[in-house]
Nanobody, 125 residues
Framework: QVQLVESGGGLVQAGDSLRLSCAASGRTFSTRRMGWFRQAPGNEREFVAAIRWGGDSTYYADSVKGRCTISADNTKNTVYLQMDRLRPENTAVYYC??????????????????WGQGTHVTVSS
């Protein structure tokens, strides 16, 4: 099992930037893809971005294209989510997830086998 710990959340103002980090430990050798999801109060968990572990293949939700960048540092077993020009509607708990399969749909939460506890992001207007 892979253990995931997110960090980097906080309270920011609209238009600000944040970089979230997700540190992976444990059975990282079995990981093929990493993803970021978010869940706003009263809403379902939704896909934000995903990256192939060890590669540069990325996927983004349409709502974040151009404002978010996912990246990975395999030497540190860490995945990042850079978020720019944040909006109040981006307020949510952001979760990191790890998948052992490269072939499953990267935008669905069912693809992922391990989840972090989440980090809170609050964007004030």
């Amino acid at each position: 099992q892979v253990q995931l710990v997110e960090s980097g959340g906080g309270l920011v103002q609209a238009g600000d930037s944040l970089r979230l980090s997700c540190a992976a430990s444990g059975r990282t050798f079995s990981t093929r893809r990493m993803g970021w999801f978010r869940q706003a109060p009263g809403n379902e968990r939704e896909f934000v971005a995903a990256i192939r572990w060890g590669g540069d293949s990325t996927y983004y939700a349409d709502s974040v294209k151009g404002r978010c960048t996912i990246s990975a540092d395999n030497t540190k077993n860490t995945v990042y989510l850079q978020m720019d020009r944040l909006r109040p509607e981006n307020t949510a708990v952001y979760y990191c997830a790890a998948a052992e399969s490269f072939f499953k749909n990267p935008i669905t939460s069912l693809t992922y086998d391990a989840w972090g506890q989440g980090t809170h992001v609050t964007v004030s207007s």
